[in-house]
């Protein structure tokens, strides 16, 4: 019973991107209440200047978290985060979309925080039906405790990308003609956290909170997503809440990236890239996932 309904959904999701043309929806400017509800934190999570801005933020009795309310199959996702500045380490802030159940799917951030003057280390993941195990990290090229910062996700059929300010910094491709589960039928939430793991964040967990700088607080703004939105009837529909031009609104369907894009992407990966599952055939000692070998999986 389960996969048939599971396939029709899937099956509705894929007529509905296939009609979608030019039927987009009228645009409205991002606003947090509108869009997210605070899940946990027991008021450590703050929706603040009428709903443009957010903030979580973290003591030594908690963090705090959020989600989005509604459910995306497929998006274009922008959010702006400023990370906690100063001395950093042992807090980490995810910033991820998730779906729900044992054979979950996943695309995750996750911001490690450092010392005072150290670098963030900017982890991902991708988790397809219930297994991840395919992280990158990286450091950045700006502080991203000074200002905002665009991150974005880029969630179409064909590939997942990852960017910081527009520069895409990771693709995953669709490989399933090899074998590779992609996300594509589990609609996800947009999470994000900050939380204390100072068992393993800085250094590998030797570096601890200094809870005497608590509380440590992150902040988010400009959310825009051109998505599609998941009803609770399981139907799909495909808009844009961008505040800004409404032309080509879907072009992020099948957006790939251009040759100035991969140029960009070979680029961070050159230079601030700091791991690549591709590359541990240490940890792969019985060989790597098949998708490395897939080459494009740089
Ligand atoms: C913290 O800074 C050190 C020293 O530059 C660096 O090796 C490490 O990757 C940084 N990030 C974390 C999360 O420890
Ligand atoms: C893509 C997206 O997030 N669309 C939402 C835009 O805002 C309207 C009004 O709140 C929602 O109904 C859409 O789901």
């Keep these: 019973m389960a996969s048939s309904s599971y396939s029709s959904f899937a099956f509705s ?68 985060l400023k990370l906690v500045p100063g001395n950093s380490a042992g807090t980490v802030t995810a910033y991820y979309l998730s779906s729900k159940g044992t054979t979950w799917d996943e695309i995750d951030f ?16 991708v988790f397809s039906q219930g297994k991840g195990n395919r992280e990158q990290q990286f450091h950045l090229w700006f502080d991203p ?16 990308i990852f960017y910081a300010d527009g520069t ?25 956290s900050l939380w204390n793991a100072d068992d393993w964040a800085t250094r590998g967990g030797l570096i601890k909170t200094d809870w005497s700088k608590a509380p440590f607080t992150a902040s988010y703004r400009n959310f825009n997503a051109k998505a599609c939105v998941v009803s609770s009837s399981g139907s799909s529909s495909c808009s844009s809440n961008s505040s800004s031009s409404a032309s080509n609104n879907n072009a992020w369907l099948s957006q790939d ?33 098949p998708e490395c070998a897939a080459a494009n999986q740089s």
């Design 145 to 160: 405790t000074a200002d905002f910062h665009t991150y974005s996700i880029l969630w179409n059929p064909k590939r997942i």
């Design 13 to 80: 999701v894929m007529l509905v991107l296939a009609l979608l043309g030019a039927s987009l929806m009228a645009t409205s400017a991002s606003n947090f209440y509108q869009d997210f509800d605070i899940t946990w934190g027991d008021g450590r999570g703050k929706i603040l200047n009428n709903g443009e801005l957010l903030t979580l933020s973290l003591d030594k009795p908690s963090g705090s978290g959020f989600q989005s309310k509604n459910e995306y199959l497929f998006g274009k996702i922008d959010m702006q």
């Design 257 to 289: 990236l251009d040759s100035a894009s991969q140029e960009r992407l070979i680029w961070v990966q050159k230079n601030y890239m700091i791991y690549n599952y591709c590359t541990d055939t240490k940890r792969f000692s019985q060989g790597l996932p």
């Design 168 to 192: 895409p910094i990771r693709e995953f491709k669709n490989m399933e003609s090899i074998g590779v589960p992609f996300p594509k039928s589990q609609p996800m939430r947009i999470y994000s």
């Design 110 to 125: 996750e911001f490690l925080g450092n010392l005072s003057g150290d670098p963030y280390t900017l982890h991902t993941n």
